[in-house]
């Protein structure tokens, strides 16, 4: 698409031990000043720009100040600026620097092609939503946590499977003793519900895969529900119960017997800027190594 928005202020985001970084980070820097643009670089992130004292400032300060993000990285780089900057509306760009991503989309070769593109307002954009949980002890709101991928419930017993109950939108949908149970959205259907079985959705879709890790009926399996459903997950009693609530990797407090974790889609999405071209289905095929050999 072609697009009027115009970028006056970039954001500069990136993972501090990866190969190339201070390269990469160095170079989009200057050719963003080059460009006119005020350049506001992650704190982190400040050592790595050679030849220059840029402005720097926290993802909350990023959020507050710049109208795009340049994440430099892989995939879970992207999420955690994703979950920071969700909340001030700031587009992302992701550069890989690691192995094929499925949201850093963007080769180091190409970066400045690239950027021009979006500047000159030649790109799509695309808006995937976030899933939010929260935890429930007693009737109280004790945590709260945002996830691009998937929201786990998983037992932190080493010997001990856990019982799961689950409400669709306060219906009752099944009892499961199980190592776990993986919420996922769309973005993260090709992350670890993947592993677990689930189907691959299109990133654009309004559904939410719910996916039983290691369940001890093979009868338990994925199901996709409506992406304004709310997911209620509560545990059946237990001699030696130990659970945890992890959202994107980021860990909760240990859960309790008689907690309850509900889970919905947050109102704002996260918004992608991708290259014109991008093709969902072809990074599917070179991740997944589909249709090897074979030319449409």
């Not at 202020?9 to 989009?28: F, M, P, W, Y």
């Not at 350049?39 to 109208?67: H, N, Q």
């Not at 587009?91 to 180091?108: E, M, T, W």
């Not at 929260?134 to 009737?139: A, D, K, L, Y």
Request: aromatic residues 6%; hydrophobic residues 40%.
């Amino acid at each position: 698409m072609q697009s009027s928005v115009k970028f006056g202020v970039a954001a500069l985001i990136g993972k501090s031990d990866a190969d190339r970084i201070a390269e990469t980070l160095t170079e989009l820097y200057q050719h963003l000043m080059k460009r006119g643009l005020r350049v506001v670089v992650e704190t982190a992130c400040v050592p790595f720009i050679g030849g220059a004292t840029p402005e720097s400032g926290s993802l909350a300060e990023l959020g507050e100040r710049c109208d795009f993000a340049v994440v430099v990285g892989g995939d879970g780089t992207l999420l955690s600026a994703a979950r920071g900057l969700a909340a001030y509306d700031v587009p992302l760009i992701g550069v890989n620097l690691g192995r094929l991503g499925f949201l850093v989309d963007i080769s180091p070769a190409d970066i400045a092609t690239h950027l021009d593109d979006v500047l000159d307002g030649r790109y799509s954009e695309e808006e995937r939503f976030i899933l939010g949980a929260r935890i429930i002890r007693h009737g109280e709101v004790i945590y709260r946590q945002s996830a691009i991928n998937d929201v786990v419930v998983h037992r932190s017993n080493a010997t001990s499977m856990i019982e799961i109950v689950t409400h669709i939108d306060g219906v009752f949908l099944n009892s499961q003793r199980s190592d776990g149970l993986i919420v996922s959205t769309p973005t993260g259907s090709t992350a670890y519900a993947l592993s677990a079985g689930g189907p691959i959705l299109s990133p654009t879709l309004s559904a939410i895969v719910l996916a039983p890790i290691n369940p001890h009926a093979l009868t338990n399996r994925p199901i996709v529900v409506g992406g304004e459903s709310v997911v209620g997950i509560s545990f059946r009693p237990s001699k030696q119960f130990g659970a945890q609530l992890v959202c994107d990797n980021v860990s909760s407090p240990d859960l309790e017997i008689d907690d309850l974790v509900e889970i919905r889609r947050e109102l704002k999405p996260f918004r992608l800027l991708h290259p014109l071209g991008y093709d969902f289905f072809e990074i599917l095929r070179a991740k997944l190594n589909w249709s090897s050999g074979y030319r449409a």
